[in-house]
């Protein structure tokens, strides 16, 4: 890893676009990587992203290092429960393989001590998120959704990314129950 200092900040509305255009862009090329090409319209959609920023409990998050917006995360937050998800996470373009996604990750721990377990999700196709979240972050992949077993939280069938809804759901016990 590199000797840079990562901090988080929650986003100002006014960052929002634009928060969200890196984030599209950012998902938009691990999607080119696996598929050569690019659905219409952006990934995840602007409908998808503006109620992922919307829901109860989210925090929009901008990752810095040195002051400088490198990505972001959305984070749910069950103030009841303290069984909390990372809906949505990413490091710039341009940004990768200096150590800043772990840095990232380990901040959100910090921020969030009372978190008992940790969610999140990644498509089937994603080696690299499936590895980071695995092999750096100490999730466990706890589930499988795919055309037979769909995902409970996308009831209307597969979400906008390609891979027909294929995706693992991870968990990490921060603490136990």
């Known amino acids: ?15 929002i676009p634009a928060f969200k255009k890196e984030l599209q862009d950012a998902f938009a090329q691990a999607v080119i990587d696996e598929f050569g090409s690019l ?5 995840p959609s602007d409908q998808v992203l503006d109620a992922a920023i919307a829901a109860p409990g989210a925090v929009v998050l901008r990752i810095l290092s040195g002051g400088r ?16 998800a990372l809906d949505l996470f990413f490091i710039r ?11 990232a990750w380990l901040a959100i721990e910090r921020r969030y001590p009372e978190t008992a377990v940790w969610r999140t999700l990644t498509p089937y196709f994603e080696k690299r998120n499936i590895h ?13 959704f795919n055309p037979r077993h769909r995902d409970p939280h996308q009831p209307e069938g597969p979400d906008d990314l390609p891979g027909d809804g294929e995706a693992f759901q991870f968990e990490k016990i921060m603490r136990p129950a």
């Open 132 to 144: 980071f979240y695995v092999n750096k972050c100490g999730f466990k992949i706890v589930e499988f």
């Open 69 to 84: 917006k490198v990505g972001g995360a959305v984070v749910t937050l069950d103030r009841d429960t303290n069984h909390n």
């Open 93 to 103: 373009t341009g940004e990768h393989s200096r150590g800043l996604g772990l840095k």
């Open 1 to 15: 890893m590199t000797g840079e200092t990562v901090t988080l900040a929650e986003a100002h509305p006014d960052d």
């Open 39 to 43: 659905p219409d319209g952006p990934i």
